[in-house]
């Protein structure tokens, strides 16, 4: 994960079961994922206020990577290790969003555990805005944090979304 730049930035919409959802990625790594069955105007937006100076081409074959790892990940077939990310954000939603990676494919935690777990337990309300803030759904697993009593809570793809992406995980394990 990077600092904010203006680089060259590339977008596909890929195709699932379930809806399409939008991606796009700099040359260094995956910048955003859209929620579940959004238009186009949602990523455009978010790129136009976090990238003002970008050009933005549609080009499927260079998101052909991020797309197979999703396509994968729904399949039980790996999670997001070792994919490159390029997220524009704050030292404090970058530290959030690395802690969100750290929690193991299969598994909740609360915000307040998910806080004690990055170090920042007087900071629970700071570390659920960095963590509705992330730019990656899926691949920044945002989805693996709940609310203290189990329910599940905000989720900018949406709580259906959220729940598909836990009961998935929770029901087929990664190949060793």
């Known amino acids: 994960m990077s600092k904010p730049h203006n680089p060259k930035l590339y977008w596909t919409c890929l195709t699932l079961t379930a809806g399409n959802i939008h991606l796009a990625a700099s040359d260094n790594g995956l910048v955003y994922v859209g929620s579940l069955n959004r238009p186009f105007a949602e990523m455009g937006d978010w790129i136009a206020a976090r990238f003002p100076k970008s ?3 549609r080009n499927d074959e260079k998101l052909a990577p991020y797309s197979a790892a999703i396509m994968d990940y729904f399949q039980g077939r790996r999670d997001f290790s070792g994919v490159p990310l390029d997220l ?3 030292p404090f939603q970058q530290e959030v969003w690395q802690g969100l990676c750290e929690i193991p494919y299969g598994e909740t935690r609360s915000y307040s555990e998910f806080a004690v777990q990055i170090g920042k337990e007087a900071a629970v309300r700071a570390v659920a ?6 730019p990656a759904l899926i ?3 945002c989805h693996r944090v709940i609310g203290k009593n189990g329910k599940l809570t905000g989720y900018r793809g949406g709580l259906p979304m959220k729940e598909n992406l836990l009961r998935l995980e929770q029901t087929r394990s990664l190949p060793s």
């Open 88 to 90: 524009p954000g704050t």
């Open 129 to 134: 805005a960095a963590i509705g803030a992330n």
């Open 139 to 141: 691949f920044v697993p």
């Open 55 to 57: 050009e933005l081409a």
